[in-house]
T-cell receptor
Framework: LAKTTQPISMDSYEGQEVNITCSHN???????ITWYQQFPSQGPRFIIQ???TKVTNEVASLFIPADRKSSTLSLPRVSLSDTAVYYC????????????FGQGTELSVKP | EAGVAQSPRYKIIEKRQSVAFWCNPI?????LYWYQQILGQGPKLLIQ????????DSQLPKDRFSAERLKGVDSTLKIQPAKLEDSAVYLC?????????????FGPGTRLTVT
């Protein structure tokens, strides 16, 4: 299973765009890239998933370059409520696969 | 749609005592996971069930931890005897059995304190 590396912490201000980059140099052909968000005293929550190029949903965008050795989660116009820990994961899928959570990136959004 | 339910939410026990956690996954989700999350760390997978069969329990400390998923629905995780280092949040998650989607739905967790 590919290991991921991401910054331990990031600071931002309300209204800014936040980009969190994750490296996964040993990603395998069948692996997808997934991001989760976790608030204090809650379980992680799925944000977005992608395989290549760009994926966008109502919450975030995920940019994946052609070599797939890294990915960037983009949060547009963050608010105070986006303060959380963000995890980048690489995995093979639910059927027999498993996800390994790293330490995550603690994002702090200030007013 | 109801989410993943867990109980209890909090539990305080003394070392060497036993404890059990219960999880009810989202209806129709064939895959169920138990994670251990120590303060300041990401969740660590303890065991994964597919229906009522174990898919992966490689990180489950089998000398003290056990888990079962009778009838492929609810699941129970037990610790016996507990150690101080078992203090953590125990998260249950469930998902559909798909190869192209990694969305796991997590419950609120059970915070265990071992004194």
């Amino acid at each position: 299973l590919a290991k991921t590396t991401q910054p331990i912490s990031m600071d931002s201000y309300e209204g800014q765009e936040v980009n969190i980059t994750c490296s996964h140099n040993n990603i395998a052909t069948n692996d997808y890239i997934t991001w989760y968000q976790q608030f204090p005293s809650q379980g992680p929550r799925f944000i977005i998933q992608g395989y290549k190029t760009k994926v966008t949903n109502e919450v975030a965008s995920l940019f994946i370059p052609a070599d797939r050795k890294s990915s960037t989660l983009s949060l547009p116009r963050v608010s105070l409520s986006d303060t959380a820990v963000y995890y980048c994961l690489v995995g093979e899928g639910n059927q027999g696969g498993k996800l390994i959570f790293g330490q995550g990136t603690e994002l702090s959004v200030k007013p | 749609e109801a989410g993943v339910a867990q109980s209890p939410r909090y539990k305080i026990i003394e070392k060497r005592q036993s404890v059990a956690f219960w999880c009810n996954p989202i209806s129709g989700h064939a895959t169920l996971y138990w994670y251990q999350q120590i303060l300041g760390q990401g969740p660590k997978l303890l065991i994964q069930f597919q229906n009522n069969g174990v898919v992966d329990d490689s990180q489950l400390p089998k000398d003290r931890f056990s888990a079962e998923r009778l009838k492929g629905v609810d699941s129970t995780l037990k610790i016996q005897p507990a150690k101080l280092e078992d203090s953590a949040v125990y998260l249950c998650a469930s998902s559909l059995m798909r190869t192209d989607n990694y969305e796991q739905y997590f419950g609120p967790g059970t915070r265990l304190t071992v004194t």
